[in-house]
């Protein structure tokens, strides 16, 4: 297949995309476009994880704090100045926050690139730790910006939170930069650039021996990582409506580890599948809670036991298919093509077997 | 010019003296050897000359420009190149990817520019492919292009990892015990090999040995190593009978009897 007929397949596909999308924010009800944009958010944030731990080897778990960044930058930058005014009644909100008000795009970028800079800054010297101390570095950086967001009222209204953030956030929105994120990740890590973030995950000594510069390559992935991270945390505020700093403890980070492992470290298709499906077992398991009874055997109600069976799945993947759903396979339309061909080839054979 | 120069460099771990004041200056086009029994501090000189340690003492000159503490991916950009005495690949990339990574320090082209597909960048990805893949013909790894570098066999892992030091474009090579592991004839065949790359990519050859055969057919000139400090150096006749380089050997050879 040449790349003219593929990149002419990737445009019908996301035509077809906005076709649904369109049906589905127009005929879904609230409930049900929720889930949907949930899924296509925690695909943002699952691809971008997956860019600096599936990708470059390099075990952050500083995605929450990422996501606060993004989460805060974006709700008091779309927030009215009079709902900000009823809102930050312990401290009034500083100037120049109080009076400012941006449309949606440009705050979420924003809080991307907040998100970003702060990378580079504590990437430069974290990046240069390794494995387990380079979680517990990220871990700490993540929880220092939720404490932080605990105690600066005047910016971030304390534990009380932002409520009210305009919801703008809808499945154009969470799709859009879904794809985008996609399209930037996969470019990224099918370039020339990409195969040096692999060359670090596979041999940091060999990658460095044959030129490939660790610190701007590391700081490089983690630094787009988290960019996407912001936005995620921006489409969410405006989700939700109302974020406080308990929205980003570590369980956050947890949760997107989740979809990148189940989904598989080093497939971004993996990851977009495993959000999808991790929000919607999310939503269906919920009635699990609420007690049930299996046979003579019943079950009362435990809150959280969603997470446990979560937590459980995630530990069979890990012992027993490290690889995840699709290990570091991608969907490519050759492979879907041959999957196609295989099944037409498959039927008449079972025909004659019978 | 002289290619390479070291001015008695010295490393030190701890209270142990692993290379001592060791010296030597490389022509373009040599092929020079570096033997001595285990532990003699013969990678330690490696790992020297290409910043994975910077010496305790002393500097490392290459096209008489100091590059004594640059960092080891500086080191390769200005022109040397090697490989591992345990093998190190991308075991997980393809055998062309992981040339194409030998590539990647020469690409001019942004990250903007590689993302976007940018007309310069395609035009550049196109030639380090055919680079690479002209890489791979010579060294006879072409029809393993696709496999992942981790499932070849011991000897074309080797050759692997040579291929990928050479798509870095390098001026000197350093190969750390390029026949471990071979069988007799492969190491045979190492020798062409290593003549026909010092031809061909007009790079000047720095390796460490243990096969004497093959040290003694190869070499130019070589060093000696024992103990860190260098007993003797010559043509590989002189070395041969040379009553230290024999004593420290034999001496290994019989603590190991
Ligand atoms: N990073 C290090 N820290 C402490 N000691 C080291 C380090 N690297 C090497 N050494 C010591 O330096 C000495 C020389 O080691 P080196 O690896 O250079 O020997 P070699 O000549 O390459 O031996 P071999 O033939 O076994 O490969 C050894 O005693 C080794 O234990
Ligand atoms: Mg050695």
Request: proline letters at 4%; aromatic letters at 10%; glycine letters at 8%.
């Amino acid at each position: 297949m040449t790349r003219k007929k593929e990149q002419l397949l990737s445009f019908v596909a996301l035509i077809v995309l906005a076709i649904l999308t369109y049906l589905a924010q127009n005929y879904l009800d609230n409930y049900k476009l929720r889930i949907l944009n949930l899924g296509a958010i925690y695909a943002t944030l699952g691809v971008s994880l997956n860019l600096i731990f599936g990708f470059t080897g390099q075990f952050s778990l500083g995605h929450a704090g990422f996501m606060a960044i993004g989460a805060y930058t974006t709700a008091l930058l779309i927030m009215p100045p009079m709902y900000k005014e009823m809102t930050f009644i312990i401290e009034p909100l500083i100037w120049p926050l109080n009076v400012l008000q941006l449309p949606f795009i440009v705050a979420l970028l924003l809080g991307g690139l907040f998100a970003a800079i702060l990378a580079i800054l504590i990437g430069l010297p974290v990046l240069r730790l390794k494995g387990d101390y380079l979680g517990i570095a990220t871990l700490g950086f993540a929880e220092i910006v939720r404490v932080i967001a605990n105690n600066i009222p005047q910016v971030t209204n304390g534990a009380l939170g932002l409520k009210g953030i305009p919801q703008y956030t809808n499945l154009w929105w969470t799709m859009g930069f879904a794809v985008l994120t996609v399209f930037i990740v996969k470019r990224l890590i099918s370039s020339s650039y990409g195969r040096a973030l692999m060359a670090i995950r596979e041999n940091e000594i060999a990658a460095e021996a044959i030129g490939v510069n660790l610190t701007y390559h590391k700081v490089m992935s983690f630094t787009i990582s988290a960019f996407f991270a912001g936005i995620g945390g921006g489409l969410l505020a405006s989700l939700l409506t109302t974020i406080d700093p308990r929205a980003f403890m570590f369980i956050m980070t947890f949760n997107v580890l989740i979809v990148v492992v189940i989904g598989g470290l080093g497939s971004i298709t993996g990851t977009v599948i495993a959000a999808f499906l991790f929000n919607f077992c999310l939503e269906y398991l919920r009635p699990i809670e609420e007690g049930f009874s299996l046979g003579p055997l019943s079950i009362p109600e435990v809150p959280g036991l969603r997470m446990v069976t979560f937590s459980l799945l995630l530990l069979v993947v890990i012992l027993f298919k490290q690889n995840g759903l699709m290990g570091e396979i991608e969907f490519t339309w050759k492979g879907f093509f041959r999957f196609l061909s295989r099944f037409k080839a498959n039927r008449p054979m079972k025909g004659e077997g019978m | 010019m002289t290619l390479l120069k070291a001015d008695n460099i010295t490393m030190r771990f701890g209270g142990l003296t692993a290379v001592d004041s060791f010296k030597i200056e490389i022509e373009p086009g040599e092929i020079v050897g570096l033997i001595g029994p285990n532990g003699a501090g013969k990678t330690t000189v490696f790992n020297m000359i290409t910043g994975i340690y910077t010496p305790t003492e002393n500097r490392i000159y290459f096209q008489e420009e100091d590059i004594t503490g640059l960092k080891p991916d500086r080191i390769a950009k200005m022109g040397i190149a090697r490989t591992f005495q345990n093998i190190r690949l991308l075991d997980n990339l393809s055998v062309l990817d992981n040339v194409m990574i030998g590539t990647h320090l020469h690409l001019k082209s942004n990250l903007f520019s590689a993302i976007f597909r940018l007309p310069g960048y395609v035009k550049e990805e196109n030639e380090l492919y055919e680079k690479s893949r002209q890489l791979l013909k010579k060294v006879e790894l072409d029809e393993y292009a696709g496999e992942k570098a981790g499932s070849l066999p011991y000897g074309k892992q080797r050759k692997l990892e040579i291929a990928r030091a050479l798509a870095t474009e390098p001026r000197l090579l350093l190969l750390d015990e390029p026949a471990a592991g071979m069988n007799p004839q492969e190491s045979k065949e190492l020798v062409d090999f290593i003549r026909q790359i010092r031809d061909e990519f007009e790079v000047t050859v720095f390796l460490i040995e243990h096969d004497m055969k093959v040290v003694m057919e190869i070499c130019e000139r070589i060093l000696v190593l024992d103990y860190g400090v260098t007993i003797a150096e010559g043509k590989p006749e002189e070395i041969k009978n040379n009553p230290e380089v024999i004593k420290a050997y034999l001496g290994v050879d019989v603590v190991n009897a």
